[in-house]
Structure formats: structure tokens, C-alpha cells
Nanobody, 125 residues
Framework: VQLAESGGGLVQAGGSLRLSCAVS????????IGWFRQAPGKEREGVSI????????YYADSVKGRFTISRDIAKNTVTLQMNNLKLEDTAVYYC???????????????????WGQGTQVTVSS
């Protein structure tokens, strides 16, 4: 099983980035898959989750209206489109998957079956 993130980088405030999580070892419609982030000195928190069975999307209040999560079952990828980025969005972003359930809020490593290695997103002024 592998989750491989890509698409991070440096962007100015107000700009956009698109993160992608390439999944291998299971299908994206079998697991709940989400994006989490961890800023320096802060705990890891949930950003957005897409349900495995029905594809329902959930967002942290801080990103609602700016971020969109989607999945491509054929390509076995999950994407996070991030628009109107803010300085406070700067963090390492992780893709994670769980065969039962993922939750938003502060999470630990044990809160998901699998984690990717992370990709850095830096928003500058």
C-alpha cells in the first residue's frame, strides 16, 4: 500500500495549488481518504475527507469555500484543489486513508491506516 502526494510548492497569498494523492494497494472507493496538514509547532489537523462508499466530502471550517476534494476512481487518485490560499495554510500536507473512518480536527498517526510522506505547501505574502 502506498499513498504518494504531489503538487505542493510555493505560492503567493490568494493563489492556487492542486495536490494529488496517488493510491496503490486498494481502490479509492473502498477507503475513506483525506488530506491533513501540520504547520511548524502545531498538531496535525484534518483539512478535508472524502468518503469511500459514497464519495461525500467534508471540510474543516477554515477551508470551506476555498478547498475542494475530489477523486478519480479510474486513476485511483484523490485531489485537493486549493484556491485563495492564505498565509495560515502553510504546512506539510499529508494524504491518509482508513478502511473505516477518518475525522477532522486534531489527529494522531493512529487515526488512519495509512499515511503518505507529505508535501510542503508554503504561502507567501
Amino acid at each position: 500500500v502506498q499513498l504518494a502526494e504531489s503538487g505542493g510548492g510555493l505560492v503567493q497569498a490568494g493563489g492556487s495549488l492542486r495536490l494529488s494523492c496517488a493510491v496503490s494497494g486498494f481502490s479509492t472507493d473502498e477507503y475513506a481518504i483525506g488530506w491533513f496538514r501540520q504547520a511548524p509547532g502545531k498538531e496535525r489537523e484534518g483539512v478535508s475527507i472524502i468518503g469511500g462508499s459514497d464519495g461525500s466530502a467534508y471540510y474543516a471550517d477554515s477551508v470551506k469555500g476555498r478547498f475542494t476534494i475530489s477523486r478519480d476512481i479510474a486513476k485511483n487518485t484523490v485531489t485537493l484543489q486549493m484556491n485563495n490560499l492564505k498565509l495560515e495554510d502553510t504546512a506539510v500536507y499529508y494524504c491518509a486513508a482508513d478502511h473505516l473512518y477518518l475525522r477532522l480536527g486534531v489527529v494522531g498517526h493512529h487515526d488512519a491506516d495509512y499515511w503518505g510522506q507529505g508535501t510542503q505547501v508554503t504561502v507567501s505574502s
